[in-house]
Structures are given as C-alpha cells and as structure tokens.
C-alpha cells in the first residue's frame, strides 16, 4: 500500500447512533426516552421491540426522522479524525447502512451530508456488509461480530471502540480496546508511526501536522 488505511465504522465509533435511536424509539413506542435503558445489547431487545420490529423502527427513523443525518458525532471523533488525517493517514469509511432496501438513496445522502457538516475528512466511502473486504492497514469498530471477523481475518487488525453492545464479552478480551477517542487516536497513531517507521519516512513534529512527504504530494491535501 501506498498510504496506511483507517478503515472507520460510523454508528457506535464516530456517530451516538443509539442515543439518537433512543430518541425515535421512544417516540415510535409511546414512551419518554428515560423509560428506555441506554445501555442495550446489538438489535435493540432491551428497549421491547417486537419481532421485526427493529427493521420498520430503522426505516421511520431514517425516512422520517433523519437518523444518520441528526446524529450526535461521539465526543472527540472529529477532531481525532482531522488530526490523523491531516498527518497522512487515508480515512476509509466503512458501514453497513444499507441493510434495508429501498431507501439507500437517503441513507448515502444523508451520511455524506453528516461526514461533511461534521468536518471529518476521509478519502473513501464504502457500505458494505462484509468489512474484511475492504483493504485497510487498521480498522476501528464496535460491532462484536465485525470485530471478530476482522481480528480473525487479519489477527491485530482491529480496536474495538467500547459501547455498551461490546463492553465485558470475553470473547473480545485479547482484542486492543479504546474507551474513548482520545484512547483510539494514540492507539492508531502508535500503529501509524510504526507503519511510518517501516516505510522509511518521516514522522510527522506533531500530532496534526503533515509531513513533509504529504506536503510534497499533490494528491493529499492538508485537512
């Protein structure tokens, strides 16, 4: 590779997709958010959802109530993500929002509408369900399944980001874990400065600065 890859989940690592989702969800129930747990497990089940429900509950919420538009970044992720970005590191974004048909169009819009508004920087899109296939020197995620299919895809691969859908499953204990993004921006950019070392250049002075080797390249601007 050409550049080092950060291949970056959005719900759950960049963006409060389920302290939005808590907010619809109570809502669509006829609850207030507080009658709602925030700490829920993968699909929901805490929160009382019917069978099936979970996919006509994602639908309202992103047809209707702009889900990945009005989300929350998660503390720290924007600002981590510039800085890395600005020091050389390609941004590849990597989510599964595709997973209900018939409204992709709203669902891409509203994610590219979010990444800018947001000013986080990334060369690449990529909705995809299988995240082993797309190429990237280091990924970050939440989703216990994702996670360990990466890490057993390429052992080393991945940080888990720490939420509540992930947090004491003791089949990811061996896995390196960032509480918060302060914690995954110098898990990430000690992998980097490795991955630097390697190649050969130079580290960039600081964190956020871009190297001279970015400097010098046309194609990478300064973010």
């Known amino acids: 590779m050409d550049d080092f890859i950060l291949g970056l989940d959005l719900d759950g690592v960049c963006a409060d997709f389920y302290g939005k989702m808590r907010d619809v969800a109570a809502e669509w129930l006829g609850k207030q958010p507080n009658e709602l747990p925030p700490d829920v497990t993968y699909g929901l089940p805490e929160w009382g959802l019917q069978d099936g429900e979970y996919e006509r509950l994602h639908r309202f919420a992103v047809t209707q109530r702009d889900l990945f538009l009005d989300m929350e970044p998660i503390a720290g992720a924007p600002q981590s993500i510039r800085r890395l970005g600005s020091e050389g590191v390609r941004i590849r974004i990597v989510t599964h929002r595709l997973f209900i048909r018939h409204f992709h169009e709203t ?6 509408r979010w990444l800018d508004s947001h000013g986080i920087p990334y060369w690449d899109l990529c909705f995809m369900r ?5 190429e990237a020197n280091l990924y970050v995620e939440d989703a216990p399944q994702n996670v360990i299919d990466l890490d057993a895809h390429d052992s080393g691969c991945v940080i888990v980001f720490t939420n509540s859908t992930n947090k004491g499953l003791t089949e990811l204990a061996s896995i390196p874990r960032a509480d918060t993004w302060e914690q995954a921006e110098e898990m990430i950019r000690e992998r980097y400065y490795a991955w630097l070392d390697e190649q050969g250049r130079p580290r960039p002075s600081a964190p956020g600065l871009p190297p001279q080797w970015v400097k010098d390249d046309d194609r990478k601007p300064v973010v």
């Not at 669902?107 to 590219?112: G, S």
Request: glycine fraction near 0%.
């Open 130 to 134: 299988q995240k082993s296939a797309v």
């Open 107 to 112: 669902a891409v819009q509203q994610t590219v």
